[in-house]
């Protein structure tokens, strides 16, 4: 049963109901947000496909809020470069098919690049190929307007959300203020280590350096001195 799991790719990490709830209701919110916004803009199925990106977006933000790929400059510099290259290709590619490959496929390299990775941005770049006459007509104007405006309404909703929770603040700098270093501590593990170790991994690893060395110190005991509320964490949620 273990091997089947880890085939199939099941996590195995538990979150207390309250968790959980909590990233449902900030999606809520965030998707709530957006359609307002994106709603001022364009209307029928051009607005729910501009929409359906964001929802992708609002599942990292919420449900994942201090993974890498759903940081600020992931959200806002993912989603405008996708755009841009989802409208460059709309305009030069003539076969739709072919526009939309080159779209997704130059986003994702963009992205990488400028390390914005965030996967909802593969679905603006595409929705910039495939969306109906409006978004056509738009043309860069789109990535204004409603792409870079969506995502910046959303980031907004998810710093906002997120800010009573000390747990689970974002943007992920946010959510364990530093404390004091203790005279004659050291990390548990070296700075430099660290980015040496994941660089050898050559892929992208959806976790942020903080919250690896927090599961470090977690698994052996040690606190780190520049991690506030650990404790306080795991004893307020109960796994399920």
Same mark, same amino acid.
């Given at each position: 049963?273990?091997?089947?799991?880890?085939?199939?790719?099941?996590?195995?990490?538990?979150?207390?109901?309250?968790?959980?709830?909590?990233?449902?209701?900030?999606?809520?919110?965030?998707?709530?947000?957006?359609?307002?916004?994106?709603?001022?803009?364009?209307?029928?199925?051009?607005?729910?496909?501009?929409?359906?990106?964001?929802?992708?977006? #609002?599942?990292? $933000?919420? %449900? &994942?809020?201090?993974?890498?790929?759903? *940081?600020?400059?992931?959200? =806002?510099?993912?989603?405008?470069?996708?755009?841009?290259?989802?409208?460059?290709?709309?305009?030069?590619?003539?076969?739709?098919?072919?526009?939309?490959?080159?779209?997704?496929?130059?986003?994702?390299?963009?992205?990488?690049?400028?390390?914005?990775i965030?996967?909802?941005?593969? #679905?603006?770049? $595409?929705? %910039? &190929?495939?969306?109906?006459?409006?978004? *056509?007509q738009?043309?860069? =104007?789109?990535?204004l307007?409603?792409?870079?405006?969506?995502?910046?309404?959303?980031?907004?909703?998810?710093?906002?959300?997120?800010?009573?929770?000390?747990?689970?603040?974002?943007?992920?700098?946010?959510?364990?203020?530093?404390?004091?270093?203790?005279?004659?501590?050291?990390? #548990?593990?070296?700075?430099?280590?660290?980015?040496?170790?994941?660089?050898?991994?050559?892929?992208?690893?959806?976790?942020?350096?903080?919250?690896?060395?927090?599961?470090?110190?977690?698994?052996?005991?040690?606190?780190?001195?520049?991690?506030?509320?650990?404790?306080?964490?795991?004893?307020?949620?109960?796994?399920?």
């Amino acid at each position: 049963m273990d091997r089947i799991r880890h085939l199939l790719g099941i996590d195995t990490a538990a979150t207390s109901h309250h968790e959980k709830w909590i990233s449902g209701i900030g999606g809520f919110c965030g998707i709530l947000a957006i359609f307002v916004s994106s709603g001022l803009f364009f209307e029928g199925i051009d607005h729910l496909l501009i929409v359906a990106s964001m929802g992708a977006s #609002a599942v990292l $933000l919420f %449900a &994942v809020p201090h993974s890498p790929l759903a *940081q600020p400059w992931n959200v =806002l510099v993912g989603h405008v470069i996708s755009a841009v290259i989802g409208v460059t290709c709309s305009k030069w590619i003539p076969n739709q098919w072919l526009a939309g490959a080159v779209a997704v496929g130059g986003a994702i390299t963009a992205m990488h690049y400028t390390k914005s990775i965030h996967p909802p941005g593969g #679905a603006s770049a $595409l929705v %910039a &190929v495939v969306g109906g006459a409006s978004i *056509q007509q738009a043309g860069y =104007l789109y990535v204004l307007q409603p792409v870079a405006l969506n995502a910046l309404t959303i980031v907004i909703a998810a710093l906002l959300y997120n800010l009573p929770f000390d747990w689970r603040r974002y943007p992920q700098a946010l959510a364990r203020p530093p404390r004091p270093v203790s005279p004659g501590t050291r990390e #548990a593990i070296p700075h430099e280590n660290l980015v040496y170790a994941l660089s050898q991994i050559d892929s992208l690893v959806d976790i942020s350096e903080d919250d690896l060395l927090e599961i470090y110190e977690l698994a052996t005991g040690r606190p780190h001195p520049q991690k506030g509320g650990a404790d306080r964490r795991r004893t307020s949620r109960s796994p399920s």
